[in-house]
């Protein structure tokens, strides 16, 4: 009699499994960052790839080998679920082999350490030791990086890379550790940041300053105006931080020399949302009758006023398509993949946006800067970091840093689902 392996015959569902897995944590990926979602989506999203995740746990060695089969593009989604299964097995081969297949390029590196913050801290305990005391570099970035991502404090691990020629010399490493410098507030390695701001490459300069900014070093500021005006991968990253330090005297005349800058209209936009300085309104109305940057400045007023475009009726619908969202206000999986980061923005109407900021302008003259209609305290960013939506939760997690000298930044890309995928 033959016998029936039943993995094998039911590998159709596992396959669904996998594809379906893959495809949510893309979604998932992106929507961190998008501005239509808020906690409540992102937990949704979280709650469905958990449930694939379950599933392959049914068949775990036919969703290792399919998983591979599907991996030959080498993107994040594969690199994720291989780690996943991984790591939940507890394999010391298996594991290796995710995190060199993780290793591969930015977008499986990307999958990798989605699943390192992922998983149980019980499942990634020991390597993450390992990983830290080790002698590979590469894996010195990894267990570096997911310290970062889950909050770790690695204590005494820190400084000892910190204090080794080889970890600095692997630059990926270096900036990785100078960044959860900051992020911990680890006040007792501010000497290494003052020491790293004289390097010779720019990303190391950059990390070491951000943290120091973190720390409450405002003389570095200074440092970071060339990242501000110059575009690149650092820009976003520079705007968003100078322009929230809350005792930054320079933010005004930076802001004019960035929106005086060819080709630097939306970084300025970004500069004046993160300002929060209610005085750009009449600027950022201009901004708004341009189709290029209109619908980033009308992200940019909502972000000061805490007006809701949508809500409020001061939008063109001639260029809304309601039809991509259904009755439940969510927006169809498939329309979430694209790039364009204006996607989901709506276009404001300008004549009517115009009108509703005249009537409501004398609210913001009390104070210097505005979040959400409100000014900057620590209670209004406490209550948008549990309750907002994404990209003010990102915002409100970096406030906070800068407001707090003892406050760890806290990591607003943090998975939320509670229920773990074993």
Not at 302 to 315: A, E, N, P, R, Y
Request: overall charge negative; aromatic content about 8%; hydrophobic content about 40%.
């Amino acid at each position: 009699m033959h016998t029936i392996n039943k993995a094998k015959l039911f590998s159709h569902i596992t396959e669904q499994h996998i594809n379906d897995a893959i495809f949510l944590w893309l979604l998932r990926s992106l929507a961190v960052t998008q501005p239509q979602h808020g906690c409540a989506n992102i937990k949704k999203l979280e709650h469905r790839i958990n449930s694939h995740l379950k599933g392959l746990a049914v068949t775990p060695e036919v969703a290792w080998d399919l998983t591979w089969q599907a991996a030959e593009f080498q993107e994040g989604g594969e690199a994720f679920i291989l780690a996943m299964l991984a790591f939940s097995d507890g394999n010391h081969q298996k594991t290796e082999a995710a995190i060199n297949f993780g290793m591969e390029n930015p977008a499986t590196f990307s999958g990798l350490l989605s699943a390192l913050g992922w998983l149980p801290f019980d499942k990634i305990f020991a390597w993450l030791k390992h990983g830290l005391s080790g002698q590979n570099l590469t894996h010195q970035h990894l267990a570096i990086a997911t310290c970062s991502i889950r909050r770790i404090n690695p204590h005494e691990h820190l400084n000892t890379l910190l204090d080794d020629g080889r970890s600095r010399e692997y630059l990926p490493l270096y900036c990785r550790m100078l960044r959860l410098v900051g992020e911990l507030k680890r006040q007792d390695l501010a000497p290494i940041l003052t020491q790293a701001q004289n390097h010779e490459d720019p990303s190391v300069v950059f990390w070491a300053c951000r943290s120091s900014l973190l720390l409450g070093d405002a003389q570095v500021l200074q440092r970071l105006l060339p990242y501000i005006m110059q575009t690149g991968s650092l820009q976003t990253a520079a705007i968003e931080i100078v322009f929230r330090y809350p005792h930054n005297t320079h933010a005004q005349q930076w802001l004019d020399k960035l929106a005086c800058t060819p080709g630097q209209i939306r970084s300025a936009i970004k500069a004046l949302a993160a300002l929060g300085d209610p005085h750009g309104i009449d600027w950022l109305l201009e901004q708004m009758t341009m189709p290029t940057h209109a619908k980033i400045a009308g992200e940019a007023f909502s972000t000061i006023t805490g007006v809701d475009l949508k809500q409020t009726q001061l939008i063109d619908t001639t260029n809304t398509k309601e039809d991509d969202i259904d009755g439940n206000g969510d927006i169809d999986d498939a329309l979430l993949l694209a790039q364009d980061e204006d996607q989901y923005l709506p276009m404001p109407h300008v004549e009517k946006v115009k009108q509703h900021w005249q009537q409501i302008r004398q609210q913001f003259t009390a104070e210097p800067r505005y979040f959400l209609g409100r000014p900057v305290t620590t209670n209004l960013l406490k209550q948008t970091f549990l309750q907002g939506q994404q990209r003010h939760r990102l915002a409100a997690a970096l406030e906070l840093a800068l407001l707090i000298p003892s406050q760890i930044y806290p990591n607003a890309k943090a998975t939320l689902y509670q229920g773990s995928p074993a």
